[in-house]
């Protein structure tokens, strides 16, 4: 994962211990990835988008009240800084694929048609969340991928507990149709 603590910018305050951010960095890096993919960030540019997640860790991580977990409070950074970069406009305009040309798909072995397999399912479910308006996406990715309950969803959506559920619901009825449509 390109981005190190270290290129950082001396924008991180003096009074934030560079190890506490490290440990932080280092423990929260590959879910603050993961939750930027399934946030609707093009993989071209998850890592510009995770150093401006960390930036915001960086500055804020003094005033941090601990009246969630830090994993919720990260997370709610994440959703506001894809949500910025999904309405930039030049991302709008990009049209980025993962696909392979055919004739590499014919030659490969065993073990890399499983992953690429496996890749093309993940793919499909990002492409299947973009579908979802935000506030489905945000619910059924903190609920279904990353296994927080449905209050720590509801306290970092700043949403009543039914509304969640709610959101969830509708995200998984949005999903099911969805996969219908191209399931013989």
Not at 47 to 58: C, T, Y
């Amino acid at each position: 994962m390109g981005h190190s603590l270290e290129a950082m910018p001396d924008s991180i305050p003096a009074s934030v211990p560079r190890r506490d951010l490290a440990r932080v960095y280092r423990e929260h890096v590959p879910y603050v990835w993961r939750s930027l993919k399934h946030l609707g960030v093009q993989e071209a540019d998850i890592q510009d988008v995770a150093h401006d997640v960390f930036l915001v860790v960086a500055r804020k991580l003094e005033s941090f009240e601990e009246r969630s977990s830090l994993k919720t409070w990260i997370y709610g950074i994440c959703l506001r800084t894809a949500a910025d970069y999904r309405g930039r406009a030049f991302r709008r305009r990009e049209v980025l694929t993962d696909e392979l040309p055919a004739f590499a798909e014919r030659s490969a072995p065993a073990e890399q048609e499983r992953e690429l397999a496996g890749k093309r399912q993940r793919n499909r479910l990002v492409e299947l969340l973009s579908g979802l308006s935000d506030e489905q996406r945000e619910v059924f990715v903190l609920y279904e991928i990353e296994e927080l309950t449905m209050r720590e969803v509801a306290d970092i959506l700043a949403c009543p507990l039914q509304t969640a559920y709610s959101r969830l619901h509708a995200a998984r009825k949005c999903l099911r149709e969805a996969m219908s449509e191209v399931t013989p």
